[in-house]
């Protein structure tokens, strides 16, 4: 808080001013100051003060020096229309703002700081005044002044003539124009200098100001000293009593040279119009022509032959009559906009009705005409018949979409075989990885016999599941090959859906899915029992892989009317709706790629299809929607009279070669291997074997767990599988090539994969993996690259 006056007067300076702004602004209203020109020096003036009052000692005052700043101030006032007692006012508002603005902060100011304050504010609005009261004399000088600045920076032609028709003041301006010096037009009588044409108007034009009538707007030309002359428009004023004429010109020489040119081109637009409209009579096409409101003023005999038209009937609006009824309203919606707002180029296709009856194609262009000022005229166009082009069009068009459709369908069956190619390389590699890891194991002789138990029971599960791999690529095979054939008898349906019951029941106890059925027993069918189980066993084995624990699986057979109809009915992940009408589609899967959540080919599906329509049956499939479950129903008839070939063998099953003896490198002892597979067969393979050549090895079920174990342990060596849900091994290295070194950003990796092709391969590469390794995994192999990276990297150190 300000201690004294003169530290209010330094620290509150800028509130002062616009407390002082507040209460001068409205007297000072109507003189429409800006806020700078309110202010002017005040800030200065509040210095000012503050400065005098340092300086004042007790009762000692001394009164300043005059000061010029009060008097620029009352100067800027007057040149701005304030008067006297506007000043006297705003100089007593800012004494008392200061006293208020004391009186708030609890000032206590000596008597003498505020006398001499009151006496320096008295001070200078008696300066400012001052202003106000100079001699008549000087205020009429600097008028003149301003007058005669204003008459010689004009930017016009200002001058002063008698009656005598002799110049007597001219503008420096005046003199540019014509490049006569003042002297020399003030000698000559300035009817010398005008045309000898516009001699005779001049006279008239300054008699009538001698009889004192103005001169709003006259024109003649000037003569210049070079000998040209130039065209001048005059505006004058009679003074009688003085015997002078106050006259101002402005050179138009331009003007009336554009306004000649202009003349000259409409003319020359005119001749061109006669041209056009006999060239356009003669014109192998339909010519027409509109004014500014889109009225047709013109067509040529060509539209009047084609259309057998009159004048009186194509004019005007008239000519729609002749388009075809279902383009008529477009066209005049285009054509009328464009008339009457837009004024662009248009282009408009219909039909045009001939002199016979008949329509025929045609195009018709029209473009904007426009003067040299740039007003819009009209249009002018033309029609031609294009109907043979339409044809052509029309076949070209259809035969572009043929091929491209058929281009679509290459491109997308080409994508669906290498997406197929790669997941089949995926699921055949998968279970070979733990059958022949699992055999090299149990050659060595030390496994335990717990383990090799397990090791069995995992190498028969996966065995089985391949030959189930194999068994559909080879029914796909015969499908499309034709040599799928069915053995025909009569058939139980409730013993065939038994048998696949006890087939997928295991399953669906391991995931914790219930499976239900109702079965009515008194239809059978003619029919291949085998496939028919097949149909039965994939339909409920794949409701069992959708459907997540404590789902339910129901299965019902039922007769209806001639057919026996077979419903499974999961509560499932649902299909989405866009995949629905592609379900029962060879090699589609509505979750692919490497992060999707489920295996299989994609086949089962459209072997149910296959296998039910060469029973004369359907399948059909319904759902809600994602989340939402799943309905898949197959209708077959009572009985199927044809008798089919017996079925082909499946493909004899090549022998397995023996693996290579397993060694056991000594430079894995005290390695420590993280390894990250979402499959537990897999990782306990591979942590038996790492284990059983000296490694410490550390497992994680995804990448999410695999981060946590990264960083947390600090392993040496990074094996990991790439196809895995939810984040696959690209999205894993990516993460963690992404953290600092001394977390484990720069650990050796080694890819495991299925996906075998080259441009896996490279992929891994890119993404930061150091080695790749493809299903099924050689231990011999895998062991040799983990030392090798073991040996290459320094082992990240651990905190």
């Known amino acids: 808080m300000p ?62 020096h005059h000061s010029e700043a009060s008097e620029a101030h009352g100067r800027q006032r007057r040149r701005l229309g304030a008067g006297p007692a506007l000043v006297t006012r705003e100089y007593g508002l800012l004494r008392d703002c200061i006293l208020a603005r004391a009186e708030q902060e609890d000032i206590d100011a000596p008597l003498s700081q505020l006398r001499a304050l009151s006496t320096r504010i008295d001070t200078a609005l008696r300066e400012a005044l001052s202003q106000f009261e100079l001699d008549r004399s000087v205020l009429e000088r600097e008028e003149e002044e301003e007058r005669e600045r204003f008459f010689q920076l004009s930017p016009d032609m200002f001058c002063i003539a008698g009656l005598d028709a002799y110049f007597k003041r001219v503008n420096a301006y005046f003199v540019q124009v014509l490049g006569w010096n003042e002297t020399e037009l003030y000698r000559l009588p300035f009817l010398d200098l005008v045309h000898p044409d516009d001699r005779e108007a001049t006279r008239e034009e300054v008699s009538k100001l001698s009889q004192g009538i103005p001169t709003l707007r006259f024109e003649n030309r000037f003569r210049c000293k070079d000998g040209r002359y130039k065209w001048l428009a005059w505006a004058a004023r009679p003074v009688l009593k003085l015997g002078l004429i106050y006259a101002a010109a402005r050179d138009i020489t331009e003007q009336k040279a554009a306004t000649l ?35 047709t003023t013109y067509m040529n005999r060509g539209w009047y032959a084609f259309t057998g038209q009159t004048e009186a009937d194509g004019l005007g609006l008239g000519w729609l009559d002749a388009i075809h009824p279902d383009d008529m309203e477009s066209t005049r919606r285009i054509f009328l906009a464009a008339n009457t707002d837009n004024h662009q180029p248009f282009r408009l296709d219909y039909r045009l009705r001939c002199a016979d009856g008949a329509y025929r194609w045609c195009v018709d262009t029209g ?9 819009f005229l009209g249009y002018i166009g033309s029609v031609i018949d294009i109907s043979d082009r339409k044809q052509a069009e029309v076949e070209r068009e259809a035969l572009l979409a043929r091929e491209s459709s058929a281009r679509r369908e290459a491109e997308e069956a080409n994508q669906l075989k290498d997406e197929f190619l790669a997941t089949v390389s995926h699921e055949l590699r998968t279970p070979l990885t733990a059958i022949l890891g699992w055999v090299q ?25 391949q030959g189930q791999l194999i068994e559909d ?34 399953a669906a106890d391991a995931r914790g899915v219930h499976v239900q059925a109702a079965v009515d027993s008194s239809g059978s069918v003619m029919g291949d029992p085998q496939r028919l189980q097949q149909v039965v066993w994939n339909l409920l084995s794949n409701a069992v892989k959708f459907t997540s624990r404590n789902g339910h699986v129901r299965l019902v057979v039922e007769r209806r009317d001639s057919l026996v109809e077979l419903t499974v009915e999961d509560t499932g992940q649902g299909i989405p709706a866009g995949f629905l009408p592609h379900v029962f589609e060879r090699f589609r899967q509505a979750d692919s790629g490497t992060t999707r959540k489920t295996g299989g080919l994609g086949l089962g599906l459209s072997i149910v299809r296959h296998i039910v329509e060469m029973h004369g049956g359907t399948v059909a499939v319904a759902s809600e929607g994602e989340g939402r479950g799943a309905t898949f129903t197959v209708r077959l008839p009572l009985s199927v009279v044809q008798r089919r070939d017996a079925s082909m063998p499946p493909s004899p099953r090549a022998p397995v070669a023996p693996g290579p003896e397993l060694g056991r490198p000594a430079e894995l002892t005290g390695v420590r291997v993280l390894v990250v597979d ?9 942590r038996t074997l790492l284990e059983d050549s000296g490694a410490h090895v550390l497992t994680a079920g995804s990448a999410e767990e695999g981060l946590q174990v990264l960083q947390a342990e600090r392993p040496d060596v990074l094996v990991s599988d790439i196809g895995m849900p939810g984040t696959d091994g690209y999205g894993f290295i990516e993460r963690v090539r992404a953290l600092p070194a001394d977390r484990g950003g720069r650990t050796p990796a080694v890819a495991i994969t299925a996906y075998a092709r080259s441009e896996d391969r490279s992929r891994v590469l890119r993404a930061g993996f150091q080695s790749h390794v493809p299903k099924p995994v050689e231990p011999v192999e895998l062991l040799a690259v983990l030392e090798s990276l073991a040996g290459r990297f320094e082992s990240p150190s651990r905190s």
């Open 3 to 64: 201690l004294s006056l003169a530290e209010m007067l330094e620290f509150d300076r800028d509130a002062l001013v616009e407390d002082w702004l507040s209460h001068v602004a409205p007297p000072f209203a109507s003189l429409r100051m800006t806020r700078e020109q309110l202010i002017d020096a005040l800030p200065a003036f509040i210095d000012e003060l503050r400065y005098m009052l340092e300086e004042e000692t007790g009762s000692g005052f001394r009164p300043r």
């Open 261 to 295: 040119e202009r003349e000259r081109l409409l003319e020359a637009l005119r001749e061109s119009e006669a041209r056009f409209r006999n060239m356009a009579d003669h014109a192998p096409v339909m010519l027409w022509v509109t004014d500014t409101v889109g009225a």
């Open 367 to 375: 473009s904007p005409r426009f003067d040299t000022d740039g007003r």
């Open 441 to 465: 194991l149990l050659r060595t002789g030390h496994l335990p016999e717990p383990r090799r138990e397990r090791a069995l029971e995992t190498m028969e599960r996966n065995a089985r599941a």
């Open 473 to 506: 690529l080879l029914d796909v095979s015969r499908i499309v090959s034709g040599k799928l054939k069915l053995d025909v008898e009569p058939v139980n349906l409730s013993t065939v859906v038994q048998q696949a019951l006890d087939s997928v029941r295991p």
């Open 678 to 686: 979402d499959e537990e067969d897999a990782r306990e393979l591979l």
